[in-house]
Structure formats: C-alpha cells, structure tokens
C-alpha cells in the first residue's frame, strides 16, 4: 500500500480497493517505525485520523452527494517553516520552539481544503539555511537509503507525542537493512562505523526522508537555493521547484524573499504534477505571485522528444563532481539524442560568479527578515532585565544558531552604508547578468537544460561535518541556486544507482513559467530510466 504513488493510491481510494482510514494508519505506523530517521518535528496523528475519517465518509458515500476532493485521504507532510493553525512551526530554531500560528500558509490551506491529510510537521536546517538538515534543535535527519534501522517499534499505540529516535540506546535492537530491490546487497558497515549514516539533504531533508521512507505520498519543502532539490536527490525522490510567484508564499517564514519558492516532493512526476495543479494560482495575500489564471493540466503517457532542444551547460562541469555524476549525465544525455532529441552544449557565463552573489544576496536578506525576532514582540525571550539592549542580544544569541547569527551578522556587513554598493548592488548587477544568460540560451532555441541535481551521492555524515556549514553549502548549492536567482522553474528526479547503492538524481531546467513542458520532458525520462523507489516493507512484518 505504501510503495503505490500518490496518483495510484487516489484511483484505489476512489474504487474503494483502499479506505482512507486504514491508509492514514499504515502511515502513521510507518512514521513510528521510521522515527529514528528523525524525518518529524511534530506528529498530527490525532489530526490525520481525523481528517482521514471525513475522507473516508466522503468516499463511501455512494450518492455522491459530496464531491470528491482532488486529494482525498492522500497523506501528506509539511517542513516545519511552514505555518500550520494550532500545531507548532518551529523551523527548527530555539527561537520558535514555542510558537504555534494562529493561521494556515496559502498552500497548506490548499492541501487542508483539497482533502490532503496532514501527517506531521517535517524537520529541517534551521530558518532553512544548510544543505544536510543537520543543524537543526530536533537533531539531524538521517537518509534512509542504506540505513541499518536498529531499533524498530512494534507497539499498536501510534499516538503519542514524536519521540527522539533512541539511536544510541544498545538495548532491544533489531537491526533492519533496507536494500534497494533492484541492487545487489551491500555489505554490513563495520562496527565502529555503525553510528554513521548518509545524510538526507537539506535544507528539506525531513520531508524527502517522509517521502522516501512511505510515511507519506507527499511532502511541501521550500527552496531557496535547492533546499527542495538538493535533498530530493539525495533521497531517491521527485523534487519540484516551481517558477517564482506560481505557488504562493504567504505563511511560509521566509527566509530569502526574493528567492524563497515553495517546493514539492513526490514519488513520481505524475505526482508532483497532480500537487502542483492543487498549489498553484495567484493569492490575494501574496503580492508577487502571478496574477495570470493558472491552467490545471494532466501529463500524458505518450510522449515524444523528437523535435526537442536540450541544452548542456559547459560551465556545470563543477569541481568536485563525481565520476559516477558525470557518467549519469552522459547517459542521460545519449538517451535523448538516441530519441532524436537535439543535444547541444552551450553556455552560461556568469554561473562561475553565481554562488558568490547568492551569498550576498541572501545574507542581506537574512539580516533583514531576522530582524523581527527582538525578544519582545517575537519569538523566544531570555531572562535578563538589566536593559533593552541586553534582552535583544541575549534572546537573539539564545534563540539563533551559529549559522544563522553568521548570516545575519554578514548581512548587516554588507549592507552598510560604506559596503552597500561594492557589495549588495553589484551582487543585483551580477543576479541580472545570471537570469540574462538563462533567457539568451532559451532564445536560441533551446527548449531546457540538463544538469547535475548535486555534485555526488548522499555523503557520510562524518564526511560531511568536517566543514561547517557555510563551505558545505557553496558546496552543495553549485548546480541549484542559480536556477533561483533566475526565478525559472526546476525539477530533479533520480536517474540511477550509485556502485554504493545510492540515488544520483539529475535536473531539468525549463523557461519561465513553462512548468508543464519541463514536467512533460522530465516523465518522458523517468519512463526511459525506470527507477525502482525505495522499498522498506521488512519495517511491517
């Protein structure tokens, strides 16, 4: 029931082969077998139930005299940066670890009113800045590829609070090794080296954990620099950046505005597609959504690329990217001209400068929307009373992280008055110049780009701490954030194994606005490559 996509399921929950009910109690099961996966901050099981419960009423209600819902009963996770009504959104920081909104984001509102049931709230790098859901209060978030699950729950009682994951607990431990079905297994990890693990991605990484591990069909993440993408490949999942202003931003706590777009996790394109018809269209509340009507569409099975251009940046032959990346690549790229696709190499100039000036930019913006968080008026609040200026410096250090207060101390760099033109003006300058390379490669008649999604497999944790978080993430975001800075939409699907067993996912980039072609492209290729998701049925027996 759990390995079925999201658009199965709906066929088997309208035929009545599935009752939404008992769908919503797999994955709740699921969710507490996997929880040392760490993939939840908050569980809404009571909240599911109930939900799944009105779904099931609607759909066994042979007159029909309610409509059915575009997502009804389909179980779904939202990160925790997105604000949920009555239920905690913490993004991960000490300074929100007590905050519960008084009203729901646009897109989960849509879910809510779709029919969508809300299984939990997803863990994350706080305020979204990382790439490996690391920094996070809740710990981090492991990727369940290659995993050995040692302690697995079997209790009935699926209601209770989340609770930590017990890794380290060396009592009444079950070791599960989750294979993927169509690899060869791969051998035990020593026993000094049983504590290591991969990690999930971020800063996204609980919801594509969430996806990946069956908990649920569907997951909402935010991408700013590939936060959505970056962990989506990682964890052998569909990751759907939309084009800015499609999907609206209102309630998410933003990190970078002028960058921030929700992102969409799903098992298949299919999937993402269906998630994106409910999401998308413009929003009163949200001023830089488009005001053009949102046209719903349905991907076909049959599709043909033979007239297609596809486009191969030179410039995004990063260092640091792995053999087996490039040689996925390639392949990809044979495939399509073997299906008399057009493959052309062609470039983007400014790419080499991208990283830089989405540093700055982000940084500035960081500074900014942190602002707000004074100990008064919001978020956390330390117990000093010598001074005003001592109670904001205190809730901030606090309630920040290292990262966030490097961030935000950088901001503030560079937007002095002294620094304000050498820095965050030239970076504007430079962010032009990026979305102009985007449109003078699409001009040419090239319909969209192939790329990398990251520069190898999911890395070892312990390989991955060495650096902090800001090198990891010039990193990682290479081949995602300049997509962001020209507000175009991109996906990443996985399109092999790995000789360690692990996903490589590959990126589509399209032309503005044109998320339906790109999305079209991008099923045509999970068709060719016919990856095999990750299985973890041993969880249930």
């Known amino acids: 029931m759990l390995s079925l996509s999201l658009r199965e399921t709906l066929a088997?929950?309208?035929?009545?082969?599935?009752?939404?009910?008992?769908?919503?109690?797999k994955c709740i099961e699921r969710s507490v077998k996997t929880k040392e996966l760490n993939a939840f901050t908050t569980n809404t099981h009571q909240l599911a139930r109930k939900q799944s419960s009105t779904s099931a009423n609607r759909l066994s209600n042979r007159e029909r005299t309610q409509k059915i819902r575009k997502l009804e009963g389909i179980p779904v996770a939202v990160k925790d940066n997105f604000c949920t009504q009555g239920i905690a959104t913490t993004c991960a920081s000490n300074m929100l670890k007590n905050y519960i909104p008084p009203y729901n984001a646009t897109v989960v509102q849509k879910l809510i009113d779709e029919g969508a049931v809300i299984i939990g709230k997803t863990n994350m790098d706080e305020y979204a800045m990382g790439c490996g859901s690391i920094d996070s209060i809740h710990g981090p978030v492991r990727n369940p590829w290659n995993y050995i699950f040692r302690h697995v729950e079997h209790s009935n009682d699926y209601s209770s609070g989340y609770v930590s994951s017990g890794i380290n607990n060396q009592e009444n431990q079950l070791r599960v090794r989750?294979?993927?079905?169509?690899s060869s297994p791969i051998e035990e990890q020593n026993c000094e080296n049983v504590d290591d693990w991969h990690v999930a991605g971020g800063s996204s990484g609980g919801s594509a954990v969430a996806v990946a591990s069956g908990t649920c069909f569907g997951a909402m993440g935010s991408d700013t620099g590939g936060s959505t993408r970056n962990p989506s490949a990682y964890c052998g999942v569909v990751g759907l950046k939309p084009t800015y202003g499609l999907v609206s931003r209102h309630g998410?706590?933003?990190?970078v505005n002028s960058l921030d777009v929700p992102g969409i996790m799903a098992k298949t394109v299919d999937d993402a597609s269906l998630l994106l018809n409910v999401l998308a269209g413009h929003d009163t509340h949200d001023s830089t959504t488009l005001t053009d009507p949102f046209q719903e569409f349905t991907i076909p099975e049959d599709i043909s690329v033979k007239d297609l251009h596809i486009g191969i940046p030179k410039e995004y032959h990063a260092p640091g990217t792995s053999k087996e990346v490039i040689d996925t690549w390639q392949k990809a790229a044979d495939i399509f001209d073997k299906a008399g696709a057009k493959v052309t190499e062609v470039s983007l100039p400014h790419t080499q400068f991208s990283i830089f000036c989405y540093y700055v930019l982000c940084t500035c913006e960081v500074a900014s929307n942190m602002a707000r968080y004074d100990g008064i008026e919001f978020g956390h609040r330390a117990s000093t009373n010598i001074s005003t200026e001592e109670l904001y410096a205190a809730s901030r250090h606090e309630g920040f992280n290292d990262v966030v207060r490097?961030?935000?101390l950088a901001g503030n760099y560079f937007l002095l008055k002294k620094n304000y033109e050498n820095y965050f003006i030239k970076a504007q300058r430079?962010?032009?110049l990026i979305s102009e390379d985007f449109k003078t490669v699409f001009n040419s008649g090239v319909d969209m780009l192939l790329t990398p999604t990251t520069l190898s497999e999911a890395p070892l944790h312990s390989w991955f701490t060495e650096f902090d978080n800001r090198t990891r993430t010039e990193?990682?975001?290479?081949?995602?954030q300049p997509v962001n800075m020209a507000g175009i939409p991109a996906v990443t699907l996985p399109a092999a194994l790995s000789s360690s067993g692990l996903p490589i996912g590959l990126q589509f980039i399209g032309q503005f606005k044109k998320?339906?072609?790109m999305l079209t492209v991008a099923k045509w290729f999970e068709q060719q490559v016919n990856f095999q998701r990750l299985k973890l049925e041993q969880l249930d027996s």
Do not use: M, W
């Open 12 to 25: 088997k929950l309208k035929d009545g082969t599935i009752c939404a009910k008992d769908l919503c109690e």
């Open 475 to 480: 990193e990682q975001d290479v081949y995602t």
């Open 178 to 182: 989750n294979f993927h079905s169509s």
């Open 515 to 517: 998320d339906k072609e």
């Open 406 to 408: 490097g961030r935000i």
């Open 252 to 255: 998410l706590i933003p990190l």
């Open 430 to 432: 430079v962010r032009r």
